[in-house]
T-cell receptor, first 113, second 113 residues
Framework: KQEVTQIPAALSVPEGENLVLNCSFTDSAIYNLQWFRQDPGKGLTSLLLIQSSQREQTSGRLNASLDKSSGRSTLYIAASQPGDSATYLCAVHSGAGSYQLTFGKGTKLSVIP | SQTIHQWPATLVQPVGSPLSLECTVEGTSNPNLYWYRQAAGRGLQLLFYSVGIGQISSEVPQNLSASRPQDRQFILSSKKLLLSDSGFYLC????????????FGPGTRLTVL
């Protein structure tokens, strides 16, 4: 059974700092990995999707990497801003006939002005 | 572009009452549709998914049921709510016959008293 872990559960950084959020998964046989952002009381916003054959994906100040063999992904946020404050979730899709995304519990990021 | 709607946004219901939550998607055809529940401290859990009209798969046994009466409409129901049904319910979609990027709706906050 796939398990996804995100450490730390919460992170506080000063504005302008570069930061890395971590995601690990127990079964390396994944189809893809998706990073989401969730603001309080809101739905999930998709940030980046990395296919199993890819090493990284970039969107603006965000860069996500994937090391499938070691069961790890990182989300790098450059030059953090107060508007980046949110909970960041990673989810893996194992494919193989299953439509289920397995989610981590998220990292709550606070960017202090 | 595609849009996903959920209603109501919030709902307070007494134990034992019925439930109906609705999700609709615009701008795409024959999407895969999903119902997730997010409970405090427990992460997102997939409840149901559907790959077509009338086709529903359940991921966990529970007090809830789902239906897909139209191509882009997904309904979550219960005949008698339990206290444990409280949570944040999220609908999501992705392209038909794919495991690719999932997009989420704004969610419904359900409180059972």
């Amino acid at each position: 059974k796939q398990e996804v872990t995100q450490i730390p559960a919460a992170l506080s950084v000063p504005e302008g700092e570069n930061l890395v959020l971590n995601c690990s998964f127990t079964d390396s046989a994944i189809y893809n990995l998706q990073w989401f952002r969730q603001d309080p009381g809101k739905g999930l916003t998709s940030l980046l999707l990395i296919q199993s054959s890819q090493r990284e994906q970039t969107s603006g100040r965000l860069n996500a990497s994937l090391d499938k063999s070691s069961g790890r992904s990182t989300l790098y946020i450059a030059a953090s801003q107060p508007g980046d404050s949110a909970t960041y979730l990673c989810a893996v899709h194992s494919g193989a006939g299953s439509y289920q995304l397995t989610f981590g519990k998220g990292t709550k990021l606070s960017v202090i002005p | 572009s595609q849009t996903i709607h959920q209603w109501p946004a919030t709902l307070v219901q007494p134990v034992g009452s019925p439930l109906s939550l609705e999700c609709t998607v615009e701008g795409t055809s024959n999407p895969n549709l999903y119902w997730y529940r997010q409970a405090a401290g427990r992460g997102l859990q997939l409840l149901f998914y559907s790959v077509g009209i009338g086709q529903i798969s359940s991921e966990v046994p529970q007090n809830l049921s789902a239906s897909r009466p139209q191509d882009r409409q997904f309904i979550l129901s219960s005949k008698k709510l339990l206290l444990s049904d409280s949570g944040f319910y999220l609908c999501a979609w992705n392209k038909a016959f794919s495991y690719n990027e999932q997009f989420f709706g704004p969610g419904t906050r359900l409180t059972v008293l």
